[in-house]
């Protein structure tokens, strides 16, 4: 009998970098598969991207869910992410892109990200350039005397 080697055709690690870290997210097994589109199912509803109630089986498989289970990224990814100082809201955004890249795929997980996460980083830029304008000089009107209006 001749063995059938299937790492050709497996699914590859969702490679995610940031601050010069590389984490290899494992595609999840069926039991965290199972999370994931569920965790999708209940985001598209919070994101107003479908409408309705998430059904009691979403509702069952979210609830089930323990504090220290980290389905998305891999309790091994997270550990390391902590680890190398990550930010919490870095963490969360990228478990978050994570359910929607194993759940829907890539050009979706980019679509929610770029939705979610690019007006707030151009409005957070905006605020700083308007903060770093050189103000405008003062009038020169006087400020005593009588009104003009």
Do not use: C
């Not at 039991?31 to 409408?51: F, N, P, T």
């Not at 003062?138 to 005593?144: G, H, L, N, Q, V």
């Amino acid at each position: 009998m001749t063995a059938v080697d299937f790492d050709d055709w497996a699914a590859p690690d969702l490679v995610l970098t940031v601050k010069g870290n590389e984490y290899r997210v494992p595609p999840p097994d069926t039991i965290d598969a199972k999370k994931i589109v569920a965790a999708a199912a209940l985001g598209e509803i919070r994101l107003g991207l479908v409408s309705g109630e998430a059904s009691e089986e979403v509702q069952r498989i979210l609830t089930a869910v323990q504090p220290d289970d980290h389905f998305a990224l891999s309790n091994p990814v997270y550990e390391q992410m902590v680890a190398d100082r990550i930010p919490k809201t870095t963490i969360d955004r990228m478990a978050y892109y994570a359910v929607f890249y194993w759940a829907r795929g890539k050009q979706y997980a980019d679509m929610i990200a770029s939705l979610m996460w690019s007006a707030e980083i151009a409005l957070e830029a905006a605020a700083k350039a308007s903060a770093e304008l050189p103000k405008a000089p003062r009038s020169s009107r006087p400020k005593s005397g009588s009104s003009t209006a």
